[in-house]
């Protein structure tokens, strides 16, 4: 197991400020299930839901940035259990770009690539590794959303979301796998020990005019999508 508890530079939860973070919430004298709850718990609703410049942040400033969406929280979670003495893995996807839209619209949807890179994060608990995934939208944005289409009560694909049960969605862990995404999938790359060792082998693929306009533009105005939704 000593692999998965491994710091790396992406995980790099030596950090001050996340040293910090884990000693005011006191995760570190709970118990393990609830200390993998509580950090669960904040990555998802404290860190809001959100499209940060790149996939290859280091956990600290996932923290600092204080949104993220399935890669950049991912990476974040996994620091803030491996700092925990919690051992997790990260599992690699594409997914179908059309549970994005709404978050993107027009141009920037239009040109964004028909596969999105995707991870999730697997926990390694009670001799036994659970698939986390529905940490990536926060529950007011979900809230908003589910009450924006109070309509659907079955298959959703969009604006971050690509469940069966859109009205109940399992994102609460209690020993359980969650999901929120999961219906996106179109290609699996399999699992590895670190973020830092999936983005050598897979990432997103877009060529450096659009990269360029996804970190200057396309993000932006997919941020202020999202805001939008929350703030209904």
């Known amino acids: 197991m000593e692999k998965y508890l491994k710091e790396t530079t992406m995980l790099d939860y030596s950090n001050e400020k996340i040293q910090k973070l884990i000693k ?135 604006y971050g979301v690509a469940i069966k049960d859109f009205q109940n969605p399992t994102i609460d862990f209690n020993r359980n796998n969650t999901y929120i995404q999961s219906e996106g999938i179109t290609q699996d790359f399999g699992i590895y020990d670190s973020p830092d060792d999936l983005l050598q082998v897979h990432h997103q693929e877009m060529s450096a005019v659009k990269a360029f306009m996804y970190k200057h533009l396309g993000r932006h105005l997919m941020n202020r999508n999202v805001k939008k939704i929350r703030n209904l």
């Open 24 to 158: 005011e919430r006191k995760w570190n004298e709970l118990d393990e299930f609830e200390c993998i709850r509580d950090i669960y718990n904040f990555v998802r609703d404290e860190i809001l839901f959100g499209y940060n410049i790149d996939d290859s942040l280091p956990a600290s400033k996932v923290l600092a940035d204080g949104f993220g969406q399935c890669n950049t929280k991912g990476t974040l979670f996994m620091a803030l259990l491996r700092a925990c003495n919690i051992p997790c893995r990260i599992h690699g996807f594409m997914i179908d770009k059309k549970l994005q839209k709404g978050a993107m619209t027009g141009i920037v949807y239009k040109n964004a690539p028909q596969k999105v890179f995707h991870s999730w994060v697997e926990v390694y608990h009670e001799n036994q590794w659970y698939e986390l995934e529905g940490y990536i939208l926060d529950i007011m944005y979900l809230r908003k959303l589910q009450n924006k289409n109070k309509k659907c009560t079955g298959t959703f694909c969009g």
